[in-house]
């Protein structure tokens, strides 16, 4: 008995040490009292960790939504909470980097994720194209390394289009093509898996190695990175990783359906070209399928509720509605009420345009709704709530970019923004990774 309190207790340092981390490297906080509740250092009664990543989201934002009263749930865990204000997104920032930044505590340099595409000059080509178009290439063992592109996003699902990757699973570690990963000379040119390419280990890690149960709900199944190195990716025990950029239709057999998802409610957004970021309604219910899976999981189940699990020590999703919100222009006419055609923000002071608007009350009904379910099986009080998010999003004052001119187009790669403007994006070359 004597051993069992003294895991437990384990356990629970794991956790909380893990969570600190994390929130101690997160980019925006969603979190209210700069000076703490009193209560915050009494932690021997938590038992578990739930991460929340509002991709996106500033602390602009929720000091905006709060004001307004749009965010009455994420104010509600604010009033117990800690802001922790003086923290920065992994540089750069995007999702990748910005990720493993939250669940290793390091950064893009130490973990040696820059971006989802980047460059590595240790490794070879994969076997076969990718499905974004990285061509293949030659490896032979032990040869000097020319170097190659990498990628880990949907480019190396099995089927990309498809919502579980093409995989058997609903998006698992068994919808990646190894065929469509790269290559490492050094190693006979065997595929370098996601949970590989990172060079630390994880939070997951550390609470798996103690026996705690752990779970993780992201955009893509390459995400399964969050595992950490090892032989396969176990460090997460339930990992749900549907594809975002998958053709958005009716979800095949095995992945949760969501009400009012069926069919979806945008209708326009589903042609050829059209994915999951390309409506405002239809991210909800791409979105809305990780929410399940976290609802599932607090209930005592694996994340499709197919079969019993413990409630893990650590689990939680990313949201990517608040992200669409800001970014997207619209390309079907307009869409119904109360949606705009234009997202992002309406003036400097960070106003959301309505369908930004839109995609943070979903967000908040959304982190309502998981801590109802805590406290409907009597597990809110000791449960450790992290809202946090893996990167801003930029510009907020859309008149504040610079207008592009041929030095500038000569000098950097554009993207289109939703302000209207191009934004330059100078990519980065990782040869400092090994």
């Not at 990313?318 to 923000?345: D, E, R, T």
Request: hydrophobic content about 35%; glycine content about 8%; some cysteine.
């Amino acid at each position: 008995m004597k051993k069992k309190k003294s895991l437990n207790k384990k356990l629970r340092a794991s956790a909380v040490a893990g969570a600190c981390l994390l929130a101690a490297m997160a980019a925006s906080r969603v979190y209210a009292d700069p000076h703490g509740h009193p209560s915050i250092n009494n932690r021997n009664h938590i038992r578990r960790v739930l991460l929340i990543s509002i991709d996106g989201m500033h602390a602009l934002d929720f000091v905006n939504c709060a004001k307004a009263g749009t965010c009455p749930n994420l104010a509600a865990l604010a009033q117990t909470g800690v802001n922790y204000v003086d923290t920065s997104t992994s540089k750069p920032s995007d999702s990748f980097p910005g990720l493993m930044a939250i669940v290793a505590g390091g950064s893009p340099r130490t973990i040696g994720a820059f971006y989802d595409v980047a460059y590595d000059r240790s490794l070879q080509p994969p076997a076969v194209d990718t499905g974004n178009g990285l061509l293949h290439g030659s490896c032979t063992p032990n040869q000097t390394p020319t170097g190659t592109t990498t990628e880990y996003e949907e480019g190396v699902d099995i089927d990309q289009s498809k919502l579980n990757g093409g995989g058997p699973g609903d998006g698992q570690a068994d919808s990646i093509d190894p065929a469509k990963l790269p290559r490492d000379p050094a190693n006979n040119c065997n595929p370098v898996e996601p949970w590989n390419f990172v060079r630390t280990n994880t939070v997951f890690g550390v609470i798996h190695a103690a026996h705690g149960y752990t779970a993780w709900s992201d955009k893509h199944p390459v995400y399964v990175a969050v595992s950490g190195p090892g032989a396969a990716p176990s460090n997460v025990d339930d990992f749900f990783g549907p594809e975002i950029n998958s053709l958005p239709v009716k979800a095949p057999d095995g992945i949760a359906q969501v009400a009012g998802c069926k069919p979806l409610p945008d209708q326009l957004a589903t042609t050829p070209g059209d994915d999951f970021t390309t409506s405002f309604q239809n991210i909800q219910c791409y979105d809305a399928l990780k929410v399940q899976a976290v609802l599932n999981e607090i209930d005592g189940k694996t994340h499709n509720g197919s079969a019993n699990a413990p409630v893990p020590t650590i689990f939680g999703m990313n949201f990517q509605a608040v992200s669409v919100g800001q970014k997207l222009i619209y390309q079907h006419g307009n869409p119904p009420l109360p949606f705009s055609k234009v997202g992002g923000y309406k003036d400097s002071l960070g106003t959301p345009t309505d369908s930004l608007l839109q995609e943070i009350e979903f967000a908040d009904r959304s982190v309502g709704a998981m801590t109802a379910e805590l406290k409907k099986n009597g597990l809110l009080d000791s449960t450790l709530i992290i809202v946090t998010a893996k990167h801003g999003q930029s510009p907020i004052d859309s008149p504040a970019v610079p207008r592009d001119s041929a030095a500038e187009r000569s000098r950097f790669d554009y993207r289109h923004a939703a302000s209207g403007f191009r934004v330059a994006v100078r990519w980065t070359d990782r040869s400092d990774r090994r």
